[in-house]
């Protein structure tokens, strides 16, 4: 059984297949074998699960779930000068890592591996609020995920109501998750270091939403008030129709500004704007 010792450094991988990392992929490479398995510890319990790593690169963070326990980790890469080495380690664990070519965005990772299973990735920053607003309707799919987004991103994720960083992907995320902070990873971690700090999440979907409503009803309410956070509700919601009745169906005070909602108030309002659209 393959261990730590017998797999070959990632400095050496990288050098011998050419994996200069790539800003235009949003490419940040984990060597820190510590720190890798340090986040797929965070990712516990692995032995059982089904994992899917996004952008896995070179493998860092891979080897570090297969040490870890995955019963099988599916690794999605979109720059096919990593998929030799990623190939290499497949040999290292036979049957235990599959290597999928192709764009994560377009991938539906429910169709990769049966449960259990989770999601664990250093995501790429360029995708990773798209990749999280995709998997929405079907996070419940999934055990846990576990991932590593810009702080600024992270902090958004866990917002609370009447504070700055409350917006749009906090409502979205937190009406059907659990959103959890875990730690921040400096720049220095990474090959090539980026600009800004970064944070690894845990996200663990709701038993049930918070409040029930439809998500293409939802994202549209948030869309409209975030993006004119700094009117009063009554003014921002007009786009959407008659601001008057969405509120009172609602119940929701019409001078209030968007950072002042609760989950359950904005999930309020979609079922307004539900029954005001038939």
């Given at each position: 059984?393959?261990?730590?010792?017998?797999?070959?450094?990632?400095?050496?991988?990288?050098?011998?297949?050419?994996?200069?990392?790539?800003?235009?992929?949003?490419?940040?490479?984990?060597?820190?074998?510590?720190?890798?398995?340090?986040?797929?510890?965070?990712?516990?319990?692995?032995?059982?699960?089904?994992?899917?790593?996004?952008?896995?690169?070179?493998?860092?963070?891979?080897?570090?779930l297969?040490?870890?326990?995955?019963?099988?980790?599916?690794?999605?890469e979109?720059?096919?000068?990593c998929?030799?080495?990623?190939?290499?380690?497949?040999?290292?664990?036979?049957?235990?890592?599959?290597?999928?070519?192709?764009?994560?965005?377009?991938?539906?990772?429910?169709?990769?591996?049966?449960?259990?299973?989770?999601?664990?990735?250093?995501?790429?920053?360029n995708?990773?609020?798209?990749?999280?607003?995709?998997?929405?309707?079907?996070?419940?799919?999934?055990?846990?995920?576990?991932?590593?987004?810009?702080?600024?991103?992270?902090l958004?994720?866990?917002?609370?109501?009447?504070?700055?960083?409350?917006?749009?992907?906090?409502?979205?995320?937190?009406?059907?998750a659990?959103?959890?902070?875990?730690?921040?990873?400096?720049?220095?971690?990474?090959?090539?270091?980026?600009?800004?700090?970064?944070?690894?999440?845990?996200?663990?979907?709701?038993?049930?939403?918070?409040?029930?409503?439809?998500?293409?009803?939802?994202e549209?309410?948030?869309?409209?008030?975030?993006?004119?956070?700094?009117?009063?509700?009554?003014?921002?919601?007009?786009?959407?129709?008659d601001?008057?009745?969405?509120?009172?169906?609602?119940?929701?005070?019409?001078?209030?500004?968007a950072?002042?909602?609760?989950?359950?108030?904005?999930?309020?309002?979609?079922?307004?704007?539900?029954?005001t659209?038939?």
């Open positions: 059984m393959a261990d730590a010792l017998s797999l070959p450094p990632l400095r050496d991988v990288i050098r011998r297949h050419g994996l200069a990392a790539r800003k235009s992929l949003g490419q940040n490479f984990l060597l820190d074998l510590n720190l890798t398995r340090r986040i797929a510890r965070s990712a516990a319990p692995l032995d059982g699960f089904n994992v899917i790593e996004i952008g896995p690169g070179p493998g860092g963070l891979t080897r570090a297969l040490l870890e326990g995955a019963r099988r980790v599916v690794a999605i979109r720059d096919a000068r998929l030799p080495a990623l190939a290499e380690l497949a040999s290292i664990f036979p049957g235990r890592l599959e290597v999928v070519p192709g764009d994560a965005l377009a991938i539906d990772p429910t169709t990769l591996t049966p449960a259990p299973r989770k999601i664990v990735a250093n995501l790429p920053y995708i990773a609020t798209p990749l999280l607003v995709a998997w929405l309707p079907h996070l419940g799919e999934f055990a846990d995920y576990t991932l590593m987004f810009q702080k600024e991103v992270a958004r994720l866990a917002a609370k109501p009447g504070t700055s960083e409350y917006g749009r992907l906090s409502v979205l995320t937190q009406w059907l659990y959103v959890e902070r875990l730690f921040d990873v400096t720049p220095k971690a990474f090959v090539p270091p980026p600009k800004v700090t970064s944070t690894l999440v845990r996200l663990t979907p709701r038993p049930k939403p918070q409040a029930p409503c439809d998500q293409d009803a939802l549209r309410v948030t869309a409209a008030v975030f993006g004119q956070r700094r009117k009063m509700l009554r003014q921002s919601l007009k786009p959407l129709g601001a008057a009745r969405l509120l009172h169906d609602a119940m929701v005070d019409p001078t209030a500004r950072e002042a909602l609760t989950v359950s108030e904005f999930c309020a309002l979609a079922r307004a704007l539900m029954i659209s038939i």
